[in-house]
């Protein structure tokens, strides 16, 4: 049955795939290429015309972006991917945790290879590896397990609520600007920071940046915390799926 | 006598509507029912009569809102053509794609591959993707994947025939094959003579609950004549 369940999410994975990249001429590209357009026309508006980059503006939102790209895309897709499978839910007997879990699969994958290249122009624009690297994994275990939960959750309400669909971009992008992505923190006026300073998203950021741009260690005390929230957010968004899957059978297509 | 379902006094519904406290409807309200291994249950019963609710909660894609359901330790299948074909994969990943859904493990369909293209009239067809499959190829396919599963209780809402004249006589056998073959059967129908012809035992359901259980005879004799 376990294994039943691992086979069905890496082949559907699999085929995820490869029907997206026959979806669009590009293909593979869209990965590389949505990030740097957005990063192109963020570092137009903040840095050349606003005047409000900093020193190094560009890697900074580079790394923002493209962790931001992967974050974003998993909670969208995760979360539309049980109510766009309805009618499969109702033709067969499947776990439902398979639509979601497929997705974020998927997009880990496609990050994993953007990381790397991310990680190869880094060090090419003078960010050599450092050992702080090291605490990669931790730090994008912590954010998957974030988005997963995010994800989790919405796909559970999505197909009860699917006006939730409307809402959800500009929610996101809302988080987007509260998560540092485009902006460091140190540049946020003072009340404001420490409310800001409460969002998990936006320490691990802070803290990625600070692993590959500074070389330097992650605050531990403070990643404990985070990856606390993120196993508790995980374990909430895995419970609401598993309670509302007889539901999803009786609702309209 | 060794039972694999049995439902009792068991009952569905559904909310019709996307409002908040909108009214349930209960398309099963009142359904009891022993399923034997082996037996050949025929299901009648005008439209709307929850027939196809029946067949899905005995599926286990539904789960009943009242009543009691016990199940034993067997796989069931609810015979259906089309589990949403991927467009732009082949017809061997769309195949095994389909039989990991219907519960098949991984090994079972690459053993099965090669009968799947062979039975689905493929040919070289099989490595292309869907998007350049007629419709009855694509029917073809998705025929020639669900019976490859052998499961304990097999239900069919109405009897498919599927394709042109030859693959229609083709599927039909491969169906009366699997009924005639010790399978577990409950078949829905319209069809009064095909279920006298194929089925041992009847059950009449009108508006969501079971009206009369037993033999073909007896079953069919009452409700032709409530038919009238």
Not at chain 1, 5 to 28: K, Q
Not at chain 2, 187 to 207: F, N, P, T
Request: proline share 4%; aromatic share 10%.
């Amino acid at each position: 049955m376990r294994l039943h369940f691992f086979e069905l999410v890496w082949f559907s994975t699999y085929a995820e795939l490869r029907a997206e990249r026959s979806r669009s001429y590009l293909g593979l590209a869209w990965w590389l290429v949505e990030p740097a357009l957005m990063m192109a026309a963020f570092w137009l508006v903040f840095d050349r015309i606003l005047g409000t980059g900093g020193p190094d503006y560009l890697p900074f939102l580079l790394v923002g972006l493209v962790v931001w790209q992967w974050f974003k895309s998993s909670i969208v897709h995760a979360g539309l991917a049980i109510w766009m499978n309805l009618a499969l839910i109702h033709q067969v007997r499947m776990p439902v945790l398979v639509f979601p879990f497929v997705h974020l699969l998927s997009d880990a994958l496609k990050f994993a290879f953007v990381f790397v290249l991310l990680l190869a122009v880094l060090w090419l624009a003078g960010y050599p590896p450092s050992a702080a690297w090291l605490s990669l994994p931790l730090l994008l275990a912590c954010l998957l397990a974030c988005a997963g939960g995010c994800g989790l959750l919405l796909a559970a309400l999505m197909p009860l609520l699917p006006d939730l669909r409307f809402v959800i971009e500009q929610l996101l992008t809302v988080l987007m600007f509260l998560s540092g992505v485009v902006f460091s923190l140190q540049r946020v006026p003072a009340p404001y920071s420490d409310w800001l300073a409460w969002n998990p998203v936006l320490l691990l950021l802070e803290a990625l940046r600070g692993v590959l741009l500074q070389g330097q260690w992650p605050d531990w005390a403070m990643l404990g915390r985070i990856s606390l929230l993120a196993v508790l957010l995980a374990g909430v968004g895995l419970a609401a799926v598993q309670r509302l899957a007889p539901r999803y059978p009786k609702l309209a297509v | 006598m060794d039972s694999v379902i049995s439902l009792q006094q068991v009952g569905v519904a559904f909310h019709a509507q996307r409002r908040l406290r909108s009214a349930p409807y209960w398309a099963l309200e009142d359904v009891s029912l022993e399923l034997a291994r082996g037996q050949r249950l025929g299901v009648v019963g005008r439209n709307g009569a929850g027939k196809s609710t029946l067949l899905r909660v005995l599926a286990g894609i539904l789960q009943p809102d009242r009543g009691r359901l016990r199940r034993a330790d067997v796989s069931c299948q609810l015979l259906s053509l089309s589990l949403g074909f991927v467009p732009h994969l082949s017809g061997r990943d769309n195949a095994v794609l389909c039989g990991l859904r219907l519960g098949l493990r991984r090994r079972e369909i690459d053993a099965q591959l090669a009968a799947i293209c062979d039975y689905a009239e493929l040919g070289d067809f099989f490595e292309q993707p869907v998007t350049s499959y007629s419709n009855g190829m694509i029917l073809r396919l998705g025929f020639a994947v669900a019976i490859q599963v052998q499961p304990d209780v097999l239900l069919l809402d109405e009897l498919l025939a599927v394709g042109d004249a030859a693959f229609q006589q083709k599927s039909s056998l491969a169906i009366n094959e699997r009924i005639h073959a010790g399978t577990t059967v409950v078949l829905v129908s319209h069809d009064e003579d095909k279920i006298a012809d194929l089925c041992d035992s009847v059950l009449w359901m009108e508006q969501g609950r079971s009206v009369l259980y037993g033999d073909c005879d007896t079953v069919l004799k009452a409700y032709r004549a409530a038919a009238r």
